[in-house]
């Protein structure tokens, strides 16, 4: 086990290399260039000049490049155009929120969508398998701004007015959050009811963000689930009369997981990512929405800095289901 997992960090190198160059490349082949964007209606020849020679920009390409990387081991990403703030700091304050939205909209997708793909596999054609399909389809295909502005209107608009429409908490509370996870820092401070708002605030968010990870896992447990059941192993354990809660779970579900465990963790490192869409239209101040601002504004320093940090996320929640393979089929140690 130790050799797998050596063999799939150091894979993370080349990895982590080219994403830095491809988004070192990609951000210099923007329209007007840093500096630029850091001067504004101020913006000149000479001034531009000027800032390019104090933040090395009229430096070579591949001296401009090594000196990134050696700022990026650091996490050391300048500072925001739009806030003044040091990129790191912004992104530790926003990551949280982004954090919480993602486990939520997970225990949505993968709460439902597990269950429901298993329950339709094993009652293969029947009208539940009918309907798990059709919702699933209809879940991948419906998008997802349409999906939230649906919600806020039924469940927090006109409609219902069960739910708040934006943000993470109501804007007259007065909790403290040490963590700036506020569902865990009411739990830390006993700010019951702190706790309650952050969850009620996510509520809204996490389902629409969590609506397409739930339709693609049942769908793929569910064929998953029918590739495993129709092999000799499980029909001998039915014929053995094993009980059925033993077949299901050391013969069937656990076989299934390999597939089931890759599409949840590609999933969770897209929630990790930024759900743009989702955060901007519930107004919910995390990463996403923080990215889509300064691509706006052209923040050329938490364009770098935010996109590199949540690519480091994504291809290290990917490593954790590498490993996750070895631990549910040991026959991937060998591979």
């Keep these: 086990m130790l050799r797998f997992a050596v063999r799939r960090v ?4 080349p990895i982590l290399l080219g994403l830095s160059l491809a988004l070192f490349v990609w951000l210099r082949a923007l329209p007007g260039g840093p500096a630029a964007a850091l001067l504004g209606e101020h913006n000149n020849p000479a001034a531009a000049a000027s800032v390019r020679q104090l933040y090395g920009l009229d430096q070579p390409v591949w001296v401009q490049y090594w000196r990134y990387l050696q700022r990026a081991v650091r996490l050391d990403f300048g ?6 703030r040091s990129v ?4 530790l304050e926003r990551f949280p929120a982004t954090v919480e939205l993602t486990v939520a909209a997970l225990i949505f997708a993968v709460g439902l969508g597990v269950p429901l793909g298993y329950f339709a596999a094993r009652r293969h054609g029947t009208f539940l398998d009918n309907m798990s399909v059709v919702g699933s389809l209809i879940g991948v295909t419906i998008p997802v701004f349409f999906l939230a502005f649906l919600l ?14 934006s943000g993470r908490s109501d804007p007259r509370s007065i909790a403290t959050h040490p963590t700036n996870f506020y569902v865990l820092d009411g739990i ?6 702190a706790s309650w708002d952050a969850i009620r605030h996510l509520i809204l968010p996490a389902l629409a963000l969590g609506t397409i990870p739930l339709a693609i896992i049942v769908r793929i447990t569910r064929a998953a689930v029918l590739d495993v059941v129709n092999e000799d192993y499980v029909r001998t354990a ?7 809660s033993t077949i299901r779970w050391r013969h069937i579900l656990r076989n299934a997981l390999l597939p089931v465990s890759t599409t949840i963790g590609l999933q969770t490192g897209l929630l990790l990512s930024g759900a743009i869409l989702t955060e901007t239209v519930f107004a919910f101040n995390g990463v996403g929405k923080f990215v889509a601002d300064s691509i706006g504004s052209r923040d050329y320093p938490v364009l770098q800095g935010f996109i590199l940090m949540i690519a480091v996320i994504y291809v290290l929640v990917n490593l954790a289901v590498d490993l996750s393979y070895g631990l549910i089929d040991p026959r991937v140690r060998l591979a």
């Design 10 to 13: 150091l894979l993370l190198v």
């Design 79 to 84: 500072t925001s155009i739009s806030t003044g």
């Design 88 to 91: 790191t700091t912004e992104f």
């Design 152 to 165: 806020k209107y039924i469940f927090a608009g006109p409609v219902l007015q069960w739910l708040p429409d």
């Design 188 to 193: 830390l401070t006993r700010e019951w009811d």
């Design 238 to 244: 039915e014929a053995k009369g094993l009980a059925v």
